[in-house]
């Protein structure tokens, strides 16, 4: 997707930001609490002296923070440099340490590409991996009895993400662990999205392996973490000196690590997921009000199943609206959206998520993402209803058009 240049962005006054599904600000109150481990306490965890033993504690505090907030134990939490590292390191190790049972893995059809490139990888190499990926319904969830049937004597794991990051999908990981429990698989969920925005609770769960990320929620870029269920065979991810209780060497990112436990500690709060969630309807109801109007995903009230959709996700699309088209007038009125995930946004191939709940071609086309924080507030959120009914209808008559190209050729 083309983007008009970020000269025209800093010019005026703040935009509102509707792509925190991307990334999200820095809490200042986040980046306070890693400043002294950029700055005076700049030890070296592996060290012995005072300055070493400050870090180690730093980020002792922060394992202990983390590995609470999702029911596990300290020594089950292993850190990494954020989502696309924990996924790569649970998909390759748990595919390369069970190959003596089977090499059958199971994942779906929504999954991030991190997961679906790892999954092509290891079916690219020739060693007999297979891969099996799941549908999934029109509001993105899988089918539980098509997973039991899907699960073989040789399948060794089943990676499904809890909130889909599209469209916000929220799968019922508990259900799904159970099953692969009871048929002695492994269950790793990919939870960077719906992390601090559902309950977690690995135990209850049943899960085994579940990647986090800091920079979704208001946290630093470049820091995660792999949940390990101790007795889980996996093996070490990089070998060096022996950081991460050997599974994971390198220097641990100290700072990232202490503002990654902050910004959990900041976000599981309830009063977050309720505001958020006020926002989200308020914006997905106020949309559908412009005709031709459909929401991509689940939908917030009438589903039988209840609110299983991410509090910040809104996906919609509107009827003979070109994304790229209304996600630069957008920009051009300070609003940042996302034609899809982060990932997809700058390429024109169609999203594989939306493909997998039925959309054609020309529907993926009309859909745009707008993913909501606690930072988001009513003001913003009306600002946008008033602007989008004028903008969808001048872009289906083909009078945006002139302006457009005049920014565009800039
Ligand atoms: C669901 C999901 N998984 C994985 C990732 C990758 O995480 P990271 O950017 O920390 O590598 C993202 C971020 O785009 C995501 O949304």
């Given at each position: 997707?083309?983007f008009?240049g ?7 006054e703040?935009?509102?930001y509707?792509?925190?599904g ?6 200042p109150?986040?980046?306070?609490v890693m400043t002294?481990?950029?700055?005076t306490?700049y030890g070296?965890p592996a060290?012995v002296h005072?300055l070493g033993?400050?870090?180690?504690i ?5 394992r202990?923070?983390?590995?609470k907030s ?23 190790s748990?595919?390369?340490?069970n190959m003596?049972?089977?090499k ?8 991030h590409?991190?997961?679906l490139?790892?999954c092509?990888w290891?079916?690219?190499l020739?060693?007999?991996?297979e891969i099996?990926y799941?549908n ?7 089918d539980?009895?098509?997973?039991n049937?899907?699960i073989?004597?040789?399948?060794i794991l089943?990676s499904?993400?809890?909130?889909n ?9 508990g259900e799904?662990g ?6 002695n698989v492994?269950f790793h969920?990919?939870?960077c ?5 559902t309950?977690?609770?690995?135990r209850k769960?049943?899960i085994?392996l579940?990647t986090?990320n ?12 792999l949940?390990?269920r101790?007795g889980a065979?996996i093996?070490?991810w ?5 950081q991460?209780r050997g599974?994971?060497?390198g220097t641990?990112n100290v700072?990232?690590?202490v503002g990654?436990a902050?910004?959990?500690k ?7 997921i309720?505001?958020m ?9 106020g949309?559908l009000?412009i005709?031709d ?6 939908a917030?009230d009438?589903?039988?199943r209840g609110?299983?959709?991410?509090c910040?996700?809104v996906n919609?699309?509107?009827k003979?609206?070109?994304n790229e088209?209304l996600g ?15 990932c997809s946004?700058?390429s024109s191939?169609?999203s ?5 709940i ?7 086309k009309?859909?745009?993402r707008l993913?909501?924080s606690?930072?988001?507030t009513?003001e ?5 209803l008033e602007?989008m009914?004028?903008i ?16 565009v050729?800039?």
């Open positions: 997707m083309k008009l970020i000269d025209q962005f800093n010019e005026r703040k935009a509102i509707l792509d925190n991307a990334t999200t600000m820095i809490d109150k986040v980046l306070k002294p481990y950029l700055t306490e070296n060290s005072i033993k400050k870090a180690s730093a980020l002792e505090d922060a202990t923070t983390i590995a999702i029911g596990a134990k300290r020594s089950e939490i292993f850190f990494t440099s954020g989502g696309t590292e924990s996924n790569n390191w649970a998909l390759k748990i595919a390369f340490n003596d049972k089977g059958h893995i199971i994942t779906t059809k929504i999954e590409d991190c997961i490139n790892s092509k290891l079916k690219g020739g060693m007999g991996f099996t799941l999934v319904d029109k509001e993105g969830f899988i539980v009895e098509e997973l049937e899907a073989r004597k040789d399948t089943v499904i993400i809890h909130g990051n599209e469209i916000g999908t929220i799968q019922e990981i799904i159970k099953l692969c429990r009871d048929n492994y969920t990919d939870a999205q719906s992390y601090t925005k309950n977690i609770d690995v769960q049943n085994d579940m986090l800091a920079h979704k929620i208001h946290g630093p870029k470049g820091v995660g973490a949940y390990i101790k065979n093996k070490p990089q070998h060096g000196g022996g991460e599974m994971r060497s641990v700072s990232g690590v990654f902050e910004a959990v900041i976000g599981m709060d309830e009063k977050h309720q505001y969630k006020r926002l989200r309807n308020k914006l997905i109801n949309l009000e005709p109007t459909q929401l991509n995903g689940p917030i009438k589903n039988k609110d299983w959709r991410l910040n996700n919609i699309r509107f003979n609206v070109n088209t630069n007038i957008l920009n051009i009125e300070r609003v940042c959206t996302s034609a899809g995930s982060a946004a700058r191939k169609p594989h998520v939306l493909k997998a039925g959309l054609t071609d020309a529907d993926i009309n859909s745009i993913t909501l606690r930072f988001n009513n913003e959120i009306d600002k946008v602007i009914p004028g969808i209808k001048k872009i289906r008559k083909g009078s945006f058009l002139d302006k457009f190209a005049s920014y050729s800039r």
